[in-house]
């Protein structure tokens, strides 16, 4: 595990890629007026998540942290990290020293490879408030259950799951009563995300994110 902090930290993983996990963590970082970081970035170096959620949050009190590992191709992190002849070591990864609260983005799902021995997984901290993001789509409830069922296997078991896109109550509630996790809320499918929409998740999430 990772060096653990005394400042609270929000770990943002997804049940897979293209589920939301930047969106959700501009918010969540925008409700908190929290810092955030993302460890490991893989490929879009010009373009990162991390100036994504820069570009959508308007509170002056987020600081961003510098990538512990910025690679050149959007691929699996270890991957990525063979091509550019470097090995990711999770105990190069340090928690960036901050008396602020932190949002940490993950990359891919939880079970996605740093190495050739460790995964995402191994960058949660049992202290972390884990916040698990999920989209439907066929599929989705095993990813998600799946994704759930591996957290607690770990010995995390401070969770929660937010629904990103379409709503789907048959979806939704299935999960909700098999993951055991509270669920954080819902972020709705939107034709564009700006400012404006992302501070208008962070109002609706805001007590939500203080119950958690």
Do not use: C
């Amino acid at each position: 595990m990772l060096n653990i902090s005394i400042m609270q930290r929000y770990f943002i993983t997804g049940i897979g890629t293209e589920v939301g996990k930047t969106v959700a963590s501009a918010i969540i970082t925008e409700a908190l007026q929290a810092d955030y970081w993302k460890p490991i970035q893989a490929g879009d170096l010009e373009y990162s998540d991390t100036h994504k959620v820069q570009n959508l949050i308007t509170n002056s009190k987020t600081q961003f942290h510098e990538n512990a590992y910025a690679l050149n191709t959007p691929m699996s992190p270890h991957a990525s990290a063979e091509i550019d002849s470097i090995e990711i070591k999770t105990e190069n990864i340090k928690t960036p020293k901050t008396s602020n609260l932190l949002v940490v983005e993950g990359a891919g799902g939880i079970l996605v490879p740093i190495s050739n021995n460790e995964t995402i997984l191994n960058l949660i901290n049992p202290s972390d408030k884990v916040i698990l993001v999920s989209r439907h789509y066929l599929g989705s409830i095993n990813h998600t259950l799946l994704s759930a069922e591996i957290l607690k296997a770990n010995g995390i078991h401070n969770v929660a799951i937010l629904f990103n896109g379409e709503e789907h109550s048959t979806t939704e509630s299935i999960i909700k009563k098999m993951a055991g996790f509270p669920i954080l809320g819902r972020i709705d499918k939107e034709s564009e995300i700006t400012k404006k929409v992302v501070s208008k998740y962070a109002k609706q999430l805001e007590q939500s994110l203080k119950d958690f």
